[in-house]
């Protein structure tokens, strides 16, 4: 597609289930990003991908958050026994090569709310 | 450590009006990026400009122009002649961009009001 896809848009979700973000990065896009925005702060960065290497996930809270990106393309964020503080809005990006060399583009966002 | 701050975390101002969003940036390494990104009300972030720290010219795109001193760590961002939809949460970036570190630290955005 012409830009970063994710899906869901929107998610609420109980205390205690499990969810998948999903991330459809920019066609050919090697790195992939994701970041966590809480309201009125900036993206506070997770985890990124060079194809289907993780490369870092210092960014991760816990050991609840883990991300894959198998075949290099399409990624997916799961967090796994969700808490009311893992509300937030989760939001991927994608850039063609390092950010030594391009910029990096964020998709729409998914808005996740545990009830 | 990377770390971007965004000391103004609100600003209004009246339209046609001349504004600049201030960031200073910190970094142990000579070779970084630093980048601005617009968050409209619809929430998306849109991408504005990247710059290395190789390059020290100023930048300008139509209203937009950018202000980088490497001898205060600064990336000012500058409105000129400000209009309604310029109305928006600004954020200053930055990547160290090497090897394995690569990743954008962003600042906690500064949110300004175009008024009519």
């Known amino acids: 597609g012409a830009g970063v896809s994710q899906s869901p848009r929107y998610k609420v979700t109980k205390r205690g289930q499990d969810v998948a973000l999903r991330c459809d990065p920019i066609s050919g896009h090697v790195s992939l990003y994701w970041y966590r925005q809480a309201l009125g702060q900036g993206p506070e960065f997770l985890t990124y991908?060079?194809?289907?290497?993780?490369?870092?996930k210092s960014g991760l809270p816990n050991d609840r958050f883990s991300a894959e990106r198998p075949e290099g393309s399409i990624s997916t964020l799961t967090i796994q026994r969700t808490e009311q503080r893992d509300s937030a809005m989760y939001r991927c990006?994608?850039?063609?090569?390092?950010?030594?060399?391009?910029?990096?583009?964020f998709g729409q966002g998914t808005r996740l709310t545990v009830v | 450590a990377q770390k971007v701050t965004q000391a103004q975390t609100e600003i209004s101002v009246v339209e046609k009006e001349d504004v600049t969003l201030d960031c200073v940036y910190e970094?142990?390494?000579?070779?970084?990026?630093l980048f601005w990104y617009k968050q409209p009300p619809s929430g998306e972030l849109v991408f504005l400009i990247r710059r290395n720290s190789f390059d020290e010219q100023n930048e300008i795109s139509g209203r937009y122009s950018w202000n980088f001193q490497k001898s205060t760590s600064s990336f000012n961002f500058t409105i000129t002649a400000s209009q309604v939809v310029d109305s928006a949460v600004y954020f200053c970036?930055?990547?160290?961009?090497?090897?394995?570190?690569?990743?954008?630290?962003f600042g906690k955005g500064t949110r300004l009001h175009i008024l009519p």
């Open positions: 970036a930055l990547s160290e961009a090497r090897g394995r570190d690569d990743k954008i630290i």
């Open positions: 970094t142990r390494d000579t070779t970084y990026y």
């Open positions: 991908f060079n194809y289907e290497a993780q490369q870092d």
């Open positions: 990006a994608s850039s063609l090569a390092a950010l030594s060399n391009t910029e990096a583009f």
